[in-house]
C-alpha cells in the first residue's frame, strides 16, 4: 500500500522550533517532487515549501521563507520541514504530498497524487 506519514507536529511557543517528517512506505521518494502544505481552521489550503527530486531544488511559499527549510533523505525514504521561528499564524495542520510529476519542478504545483494524513502545529503561548 502506497502511504506518506506525517509525523513532528504538537504544540510550541512562538519562537520555537519544530521539524515534521514525512515518510514513505509501498514506494521510493526518490523520483518524486514533495511538497508541503497547511491548512488552518477556516482557510483555505497553502502551499509551504516543496523540493524537487531531479537536482533538489527547493521552494518557499514568502510567508515560511528564511524561516522553514525542507530537505530529503532518500536513504531513509523520508522529507523533512524544519521550522524555525514560529509564529501564531503558522498553526494548521501540515500535510505533505508527493508526485512524479513534479520531479523536475515543484515551485506551484498542486496537483499531488500522494498525501499524507496531516499533523497539527500549533503556535502558542
Known amino acids: 500500500q502506497l502511504q506518506l506519514v506525517e509525523s513532528g507536529g504538537g504544540l510550541v511557543q512562538p519562537g520555537g522550533s519544530l521539524r515534521l517528517s514525512c515518510a514513505a512506505s509501498?514506494?521510493?521518494?526518490?523520483?518524486?517532487?514533495i511538497g508541503w502544505f497547511r491548512q488552518a481552521p477556516g482557510k483555505e489550503r497553502e502551499g509551504v515549501s516543496c523540493?524537487?527530486?531531479?537536482?533538489?531544488?527547493?521552494y518557499y511559499a514568502d510567508s515560511v521563507k528564511g524561516r522553514f527549510t525542507i530537505s530529503r533523505d532518500n536513504a531513509k525514504n523520508t522529507v523533512y520541514l524544519q521550522m524555525n521561528s514560529l509564529k501564531p499564524e503558522d498553526t494548521a495542520v501540515y500535510y505533505c504530498?508527493?508526485?512524479?510529476?513534479?520531479?523536475?519542478?515543484?515551485?506551484?504545483?498542486?496537483?499531488?497524487?500522494?498525501w499524507g494524513q496531516g499533523t497539527q502545529v500549533t503556535v502558542s503561548s
Open positions: 509501498g514506494f521510493t521518494l526518490d523520483y518524486y517532487g
Open positions: 523540493i524537487s527530486s531531479s537536482d533538489g531544488s527547493t
Open positions: 504530498a508527493a508526485d512524479r510529476r513534479a520531479a523536475n519542478y515543484c515551485s506551484g504545483y498542486v496537483w499531488y497524487i500522494y
